[in-house]
């Protein structure tokens, strides 16, 4: 058989090999890069656990790791108001192994407040918001303050004795604590906390007068205490008796978002893939149920939609913090 013959043969008998071998090789990625997730991703949830920060990633976790087929770590970095975690976060190699849970608007109220709060907003990219909890002021069930404007009279006369246990310092919580006071004259102690948790153990303990707590914490301990007013639009669906801050005259909101963020520079294909997996959970029905049914009003918000929503609230922010200076 002549050679070049010899050599067709060869190549036409070795074809199917040939193509089984581009078929399986195709499916890996390219030299030099990695299949993503190829590897543990860790979560880092900026407060103490036993929050709703730490509560919603226990119930994302199990199915982030089955969408993402890796394990989902969750790790724990409280302090600072949640600045502790964030900083760590920015400061991580924006690889898409590092998540953290971000809380609205304590990421924009630290980098107006602080001189140097360690991160800005530039340094990470929100890719989703999933749930909200509007801030109630509420006091013991025994509390001899029947109504807000007991509660207020009271303030105005004795300025400082009042106690109010929040979340962290230049957060929401705080903020909610300075506003109430600017509208309403009167003087309160803000004892901040590193968390919901703490924050709620104290109130539950009595060392503290009130609590400036969100929905969820009021939903489960409602026996326990008395809710004066809401930091909602409208009236909060589980608690259908508690007016708001508006409807008693005091034109103030008050309530904690809570997404997730990477570092800025994560290369966008993991970004998407992140972005697509808590998307897939929130909406979910019996999810949303369940958050519900705790005292969370769920949100399903991707990065687009969270960017222009966190822009617009900077703004806001921005404007109400130059009005308190007033």
Same mark, same amino acid.
């Given at each position: ?19 089984? %071998? ?6 890996? !990625?390219? =030299? ?31 199915? $982030? ?63 989703? $918001? =999933? ?6 002021? @509420?006091?013991?069930?025994?509390? !001899? ?9 009271? &303030?105005? &006369? ?21 506003? #109430? ?14 968390? +919901? ?5 104290? =109130? ?31 009236? =909060?669906?589980? #608690? ?13 909101? &008050? ?7 990477? !570092? @800025? ?7 998407? $893939? ?23 009003? !769920? ?13 617009? %609230?900077? +703004?806001?922010?921005?404007? $109400? ?6």
């Amino acid at each position: 058989m002549p050679a070049r013959r010899k050599a067709a043969w060869r190549l036409k008998a070795a074809w199917p090999v040939i193509v089984c %071998l581009a078929l399986v090789l195709s499916s890996f !990625p390219a =030299f030099g890069q990695e299949r993503y997730p190829s590897r543990p991703i860790t979560y880092i949830i900026p407060f103490d656990p036993g929050g709703q920060s730490d509560v919603e990633a226990r119930r994302q976790q199990p199915l $982030l790791e089955e969408f993402l087929g890796t394990r989902v770590v969750i790790q724990y970095k409280p302090g600072g108001g949640g600045s502790v975690g964030w900083i760590e976060l920015v400061q991580s190699r924006p690889d898409g192994y590092t998540i953290a849970g971000v809380n609205v608007p304590h990421i924009i109220l630290q980098p107006l407040l602080r001189d140097d709060p360690g991160f800005t907003l530039d340094d990470m990219e929100v890719i989703a $918001l =999933f749930q909200a909890t509007p801030i109630g002021l @509420a006091v013991h069930r025994d509390s !001899p303050f029947e109504t807000l404007q007991d509660f207020i009279d009271f &303030a105005r &006369a004795n300025p400082g004795v009042i106690t109010v246990a929040g979340s962290g310092t230049h957060t929401g919580h705080h903020l909610a604590s300075l506003q #109430f006071e600017k509208l309403t004259g009167a003087r309160l102690t803000y004892i901040p906390f590193t968390g +919901a948790a703490p924050q709620l153990t104290a =109130f539950l303990g009595r060392h503290v007068t009130a609590i400036l707590g969100n929905s969820s914490d009021l939903v489960q301990h409602r026996d326990g205490m008395r809710v004066l007013a809401f930091g909602s639009e409208e009236r =909060f669906p589980l #608690f259908p008796d508690t007016p708001t801050f508006k409807e008693l005259g005091i034109d103030m909101t &008050a309530s904690i978002d809570r997404g997730v963020a990477v !570092p @800025a520079g994560t290369p966008e294909d993991r970004v998407a $893939l992140l972005e697509r997996a808590f998307l897939r959970i929130m909406e979910d029905e019996a999810i949303r149920r369940q958050m519900t049914a705790q005292g969370f009003e !769920p949100l399903a918000m991707g990065r687009q939609e969270s960017a222009r929503y966190i822009e617009r %609230l900077q +703004a806001e922010y921005e404007a $109400l913090l130059e009005a308190m200076k007033e």
